[in-house]
């Protein structure tokens, strides 16, 4: 949850990574990719990255500076990147974390670029986030989704009351997907998968409850912003809970579509993520019962 996939595309003189990881992660990151199941002592030449959030860019300075390889971002993250501010990869929204890197190129929808002998197309994935992209391989139709679908489901889209331009762009990025119609999906989170159409038939269903309904999208996302935030921590003190959700500014942009006040938004959040065994209180810490 809290590292995506890092993915290596071999071709010697020619390696690629797609994404970086989060930095608390970038020593083995760095580990991962250098070893026997990346690129097993063989250098680096080129990083892209998906989309420019921070599990997905975190390590791309690490990265860079172990590797000296190229660092390709999509062309419309560059605004967000350079200059490197609190807003990037909404670091200060979220209360994440990432080392400032340097990029040397962009991509942008339409483009190619070549990975492992073969030619991939880059092709736009806005929703989760309005910049990010997609990479498509046509002769063996594997797709590296970044955020844009997973097996179970795909990134956080923000909850708007009426007509939600991010879930409209998710649905237009799941047409795409299902025209591309990929034989196996590499996802920015968890294994890859060929049942694709399961995939966004579920993806679907979950962006028209949420459509429907912001307020349990709102709800939804500070549980999983919140879970983020205690893998990164690895435990909190419960008493520190309500004065973080009050101090960090997405709980209280989120609490306005669900309206509790005061320690009531604790008071709601713990019982729920223990009830689904997401965390357990115990010693006076809340602690996560999920894989970083
Ligand atoms: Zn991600």
Redesign the pocket.
Known sequence: MLN?NQVVLREPGDNVLIDSGYCTHRERTLELVAGPAGLEGEPLERLINTHC?T??MGGNAAIASAHGCRVTIPVGEAKHVNPWTPATGDMELFDHKADPFHFDDTLASGDRFDGAGFEWQVHAAPGHDMEALMFFEPRHRILVSG?ALWENGM?IVWPQQGRNPHIEASLETLACIERLAPAVVIP??GAPFADVAGSLANVRSRLAAFSADPVKNARHLIKVLFMFALLERESMPVADVAGYLAHVPCYGKLNEFVGLEGEALTQWLLPELERVGAIRIASGRVRPMVAA
């Open positions: 995506c959030h599990d997905h955020d990134g920015g989170h």
